[in-house]
């Protein structure tokens, strides 16, 4: 099982940069890198929340669940 993160898209969606999304989320770059990459291993609901509100954007539309092969 594999969950995806898509951040990258939604920020190409709405032609913003990592740098204006890491101040608008106001959590570290380091943090978001980690999820872009997809080493998080976990994500709190606040972070979800910020994520979702300077995306404005659902939790589905940048998380993805994809079974294993």
Same mark, same amino acid.
């Given at each position: ?5 898509d951040i990258d898209v939604q920020l190409a %969606?709405? %032609?913003?940069? !990592?740098?204006?999304? !890491? ?8 943090? +978001?890198? !980690? =999820? %872009?990459?997809?080493?998080? %291993? ?9 994520? &979702?509100?300077?995306?404005? &954007?659902?939790?589905? /539309? +940048? =998380?993805?669940? !994809?079974? /294993? /092969?």
């Open positions: 099982m594999a969950i995806i993160v %969606k709405r %032609k913003m940069s !990592v740098g204006d999304f !890491v101040a608008a989320v106001n959590i570290s770059a380091a943090n +978001i890198s !980690v =999820l %872009k990459n997809g080493r998080a %291993k976990a994500i709190r609901f606040s972070t979800l929340d910020a994520i &979702c509100q300077v995306l404005e &954007c659902q939790p589905g /539309d +940048i =998380l993805r669940w !994809v079974p /294993d /092969d």
